[in-house]
């Protein structure tokens, strides 16, 4: 007998073979010829009840592509694939199974994109199955059982995009909202209907041939089509009941009965024909979605059932071995339905009595999932939450949140509140679905402090619990309150309390570099992500890299946090689990892009987690990633896009009741104004903005420590007001920046103090102002916090290019100049011929420089270097970017006055 584990396994791998091939099936020979004379086609639905023959067909298509030697994967779709982080699962165990078959080695390839996406999934097909002229059939049985948009978005975007030497099946009992129709008017998809799949007269003459004991006339063969219509499951029915003379001689009377009609007529007829125990044991097996020896062993109360699993099966008794090792076994539909509704007449009492059996076996073999679905069906909802507590940590913690969220809606809230943890659990994944409306009695059970589950860690679940929604909610004081008395150091935790205290440690760091705390934050980061580790979870893991590169950014080592945002960005190893951890890393790395001036890959990241960023859980997350891609747009002169983003961002902030974020916006459209020289809108604008609470006194949040209200405010003065107070507010607030160690804040309190020093004709003490902020842009590594400051600032540069500047700064400001379009004559061009990147390039790029000035092309590039070509479009962009040139004739020119050849 396998173990729970061995158990376990099996259930999933079966996900990814097809049942078991009936020998007395009749091949669908007119049907594949059928399919396989239109080449042209790339995606074949098929469509039709229960019982019409659609896996069979797959089935065969797939054996014979595999008698040609060609390549094919199969997975048989089930409700836990409206899961996207599930499906993700279940789609690398398919890549890896046709990895296995073909010749490409999948660790080659990288792909820096989102599972949740499509393109993700294309890219990803692309660079890791074997290569074109080894054609792959890709099979997707029972996907009926899909009802989410994102999945159907996923399925519609890959098979439009996907290359000519892949073909998808999908069979369906519904047509699947996929976007069909431009595929099939183009000629690229193929839908077979019902009427497709009924047998031909042929079919069913040699269907009943394999059975040359009935012996039927070709009156009764005639009358038998007529009545099934070509059903094959009504015409199974019938060849298992003919050998009954009471069916035979029903033939003729059964001319008003429907086909569905006649299969349950014959159904009944199957069932009596059996012995009583056979028939006892398809009654009491039926109500279970899967069925094996042990299990049904359980349910029955006997010790053969192995035996009566194998005789339905090579009788062709509806019943079908799933895992090709005779250990799982699945009832047809059809045969399942008619089965359950018998036993609910005949003996409505054993209904529930089969399900608590059954949910006891897959609670004691740790099938949980299993055992909370017959609990449901049991009504046992006591059972069913105890099975949901053990289940739903794990799931959480690897942001499998749309499963723990779709049972939780089965079982009444009353039942889920006398389970103190597992209402934590729901409350997690709520939460980060951003389901307001179902979480408010969850948050309001917890809040009010009436749970008790007599553990006396339930207290910190809670608390934790409440911090991470208040943060949600962006009450940072309660929030943060929250969390204080934590102690997060607890080095056995493990598993879902690991998760926690993970989300904990996280939550204290943002708190800690909130208040200028960063080495307070590093060990905090620290906590939080060997917890992670610890717990096996990576949601907590995009958050603790979101915050490491905030911190890094705030003290001015821009450049580690380019890096971080790089190394995020290409490792699939954690995007691949889920945007839940992906978003929010991919939110910080945007503003570390657009501070390098990576204009270019700000879009293109930006275009790749829209989604993910938008749907954002933390206010700094979602406003870091959207004001990059706002300027990155400015900075390309595309004024009415960034309006659009700008006006969308708004729309956010009010949707997520976000006050904070919606002051931040405002004030975007006054920085905007002033930027561009109209003061007079920026004061307008300003004025009709309202007071807003502001965050408790100390702290700087990262969008408040980069922008924020006080930071635009005092921007406005600085451009209007040359009052003393000015000055005053300046250096007070810079007194502030430098005792929490932000430096982005310092460098643009010094700009703000040179443009109104300007603006009271004070030019030198202006000039003095602006060399102080370039000489710490320049040694901290920023370039768009000084030239998003527009107009003024430029004309103060250009200025001070012509006075004595030190050399660096010199050189500095010139590139500054020429990125806002200002031509400069660079100190270095007057006294050396050499050309210097605008970043020092690293030995890969370096390396990839020299190919590229060869004349490789991208397709050898990645040969060469054993990485994938869209690894080579990244790393050159990066090149680009750095050697500050926009085509590969000016990079390879370039290469040249660098000496790389």
């Known amino acids: 007998m396998p173990t729970n584990k061995e158990a376990s396994e099996k259930i999933f791998l079966h996900k990814f073979s097809s049942p078991a091939m009936d020998p007395l099936s009749i091949p669908r020979s007119g049907l594949i010829e059928h399919i396989a004379g239109q080449p042209h086609v790339r995606t074949i639905i098929v469509q039709a009840p229960a019982g019409h023959g659609k896996t069979t067909l797959l089935q065969q298509i797939a054996q014979c592509w595999q008698d040609k030697g060609g390549l094919t994967g199969w997975v048989t779709l089930d409700e836990a694939d409206n899961d996207v982080t599930r499906l993700a699962e279940h789609l690398e165990h398919l890549l890896g199974i046709l990895r296995s078959q073909g010749t490409r080695d999948g660790s080659k390839g990288r792909v820096r994109s989102d599972p949740y996406k499509a393109a993700y999934w294309v890219e990803r097909i692309n660079s890791q199955l074997p290569p074109e002229g080894q054609s792959i059939q890709l099979f997707f049985d029972d996907y009926q059982n899909i009802d989410d948009h994102g999945v159907h978005q996923i399925f519609q975007e890959v098979i439009s995009h996907l290359p000519d030497y892949i073909t998808v099946f999908i069979a369906s009992r519904s047509i699947p909202p996929i976007g069909l129709s431009r595929l099939v008017v183009n000629q690229q998809a193929l839908i077979l209907r019902f009427e497709d799949l009924k047998f031909s007269p042929d079919e069913a003459r040699a269907f009943f041939n394999i059975n040359s004991k009935l012996n039927l006339s070709d009156e009764e063969l005639e009358t038998i089509y007529q009545r099934s219509e070509g059903w094959p499951a009504a015409l199974q029915l019938f060849r298992l009941t003919l050998a009954q003379n009471t069916v035979r001689d029903s033939l003729k009377n059964l001319s008003s009965y429907t086909p569905y009609q006649i299969t349950e007529y014959l159904a009944s007829n199957v069932l009596e024909f059996q012995t009583e125990r056979v028939k006892q044991f398809m009654l009491y097996t039926a109500p279970l979605r899967r069925l094996c020896a042990s299990l049904c062993n359980a349910i029955t109360g006997w010790e053969d059932s192995q035996s009566f699993l194998l005789f339905l099966e090579r009788s062709g008794l509806f019943l079908s071995n799933i895992d090709q090792e005779l250990y799982w076994f699945k009832f047809h539909g059809l045969f399942s339905h008619f089965l359950q509704e018998q036993l609910k007449s005949e003996a409505p009492e054993e209904w529930q009595q089969i399900h608590r059996r059954a949910a006891q076996w897959f609670f004691e073999w740790e099938l949980y999932e299993d055992s909370l679905y017959h609990a449901i069906e049991a009504k046992d909802y006591e059972f069913a939450v105890r099975a949901m507590d053990l289940w739903a940590g794990e799931e959480v913690a690897n942001a499998c949140l749309q499963s723990v969220a779709r049972w939780a809606d089965k079982i009444p809230i009353d039942e889920i509140a006398k389970c103190p943890t597992l209402v934590v659990k729901v409350t997690w994944a709520l939460t980060f679905l951003r389901r307001r409306d179902k979480l408010a009695p969850f948050l309001e059970l917890l809040r009010e402090g009436k749970l008790d589950s007599g553990e006396q860690r339930f207290q910190i679940d809670s608390d934790i619990m409440i911090s991470v929604v208040e943060l949600v909610l962006d009450n940072l004081g309660t929030a943060f309150t929250m969390i204080a008395d934590i102690d997060t150091e607890v080095s056995e935790a493990t598993d879902f309390y690991a998760f926690e205290l993970s989300a904990a440690a996280n939550i204290k760091a943002y708190h800690a570099m909130a208040t200028g705390d960063f080495a307070g934050a590093r060990n905090y980061l620290t906590t939080a992500r060997n917890h992670s580790q610890e717990g096996k979870a990576i ?32 490792d699939e190893r954690w995007l691949v689990e889920g945007s839940y951890a992906a978003a929010p890393a991919v939110c910080t790395a945007l503003m570390s892009l657009y501070e390098k001036n990576r204009l270019d890959q700000v879009f293109d990241v930006f275009q ?98 980069i922008e924020g209200a006080r930071l635009s405010q005092l921007r406005l003065m600085a451009y209007t007001d040359k009052s003393r107070n000015v000055e005053q507010a300046l250096q007070s607030e810079f007194s502030f920046a430098v005792s929490q160690h932000c430096i982005p804040r310092q460098i643009k309190l010094k700009l703000f103090s040179a443009i109104y020093r300007e603006n009271k004709a004070q030019h030198e003490l202006a000039t003095q102002e602006l060399t102080g902020a370039l000489t710490m842009a320049l040694n901290h590594g920023f370039y768009r916090t000084i030239i998003d400051e527009g107009r003024a600032v430029i004309s103060l540069m250009q200025r001070a290019l012509a006075e004595q500047l030190p050399k660096d700064t010199h050189e500095f400001c010139a590139t500054l100049l020429a990125e806002s379009g200002i031509e400069t004559t660079r100190s270095s061009e007057l006294g050396s011929t050499g050309f210097q990147p605008l970043e020092p390039l690293t030995s890969r790029e370096l390396q990839m420089l020299s190919l590229v000035a060869r004349g490789s092309s991208n397709k050898v590039i990645a040969r060469d270097l054993f990485i994938s070509e869209n690894t080579v479009k990244f790393h050159l962009k990066n090149i680009y970017s750095k050697l500050g040139v926009r085509t590969r004739t000016q990079a390879i020119r370039a290469a040249m006055n660098m000496g790389v050849i």
């Open 539 to 570: 949601f907590p893991g995009g958050y603790n890299v979101g915050l490491s590169i905030i911190s890094c950014y705030l003290q001015g080592r821009v450049d580690e946090s380019l890096q971080r945002s790089e190394a995020t960005l290409e």
């Open 608 to 705: 790749q987690y829209r989604t993910e960023i938008d749907t954002g859980l933390m206010l700094d997350f979602v406003n870091s990633a959207y004001l990059a891609m706002i300027r990155a747009c400015d900075a390309k002169e595309r004024f009415a896009q960034s309006e659009q983003l700008l006006e969308y961002l708004e729309d956010i902030a009010i949707h997520a009741t976000w006050s904070r974020l919606s002051t931040i916006c405002a004030w975007e459209h006054v920085r905007r104004a002033l930027v561009r020289g109209d003061t007079g809108q920026a004061q307008a604008i300003a004025s009709r903005i309202p007071t807003q609470s502001t965050p408790p006194k100390n702290y700087l949040m990262f969008s408040d420590a």
